[in-house]
């Protein structure tokens, strides 16, 4: 059974940082793209970061500059450092993987497997 399990979330200040861990078991996603996604209450989810199995990376401009994505294939885990907070950056984040795909993707429907998210609150 494929799981994946996010931490590392919790209350910061703004301009303040955080890392995210998502460790995944069941399965190894070494060979495949994973990536970040959050929601906030009343929103979209939408893409955070995505990396691919040669470690290209791709970030929307909302965060490029702030946040790092990157893995450890050996240890099936993938993180996101995020830096230089913001309020507007609340939400809850998840983690996803794709299905036998190497390539970054911004697009939720591309991720098979998804984490129970980890709330991330950031305080003015």
């Known amino acids: 059974q494929v799981q994946l399990v996010e931490s590392g979330g919790g209350l910061v200040q703004a301009g303040g940082s955080l890392r995210l861990s998502c460790v995944a078991s069941g399965r190894d996603f070494s060979a495949g793209a994973m990536g970040w996604f959050r929601q906030a209450p009343g929103k979209e989810r939408e893409v955070v970061a995505s990396?691919?199995?040669?470690?290209?990376?791709y970030y929307p401009n909302s965060v490029k500059g702030r946040f790092t994505i990157s893995r450890d294939k050996s240890k099936n885990t993938v993180y996101l450092q995020m830096n230089s907070l913001k309020p507007e950056d609340t939400a809850v984040y998840y983690c996803?993987?794709?299905?036998?795909?190497?390539?970054?993707?911004?697009?939720?429907?591309?991720?098979?497997?998804w984490g129970q998210g980890t709330q991330v609150t950031v305080s003015s």
């Open positions: 996803a993987a794709r299905d036998n795909s190497r390539y970054t993707s911004s697009r939720q429907n591309d991720y098979a497997y």
């Open positions: 990396i691919s199995s040669g470690d290209n990376t």
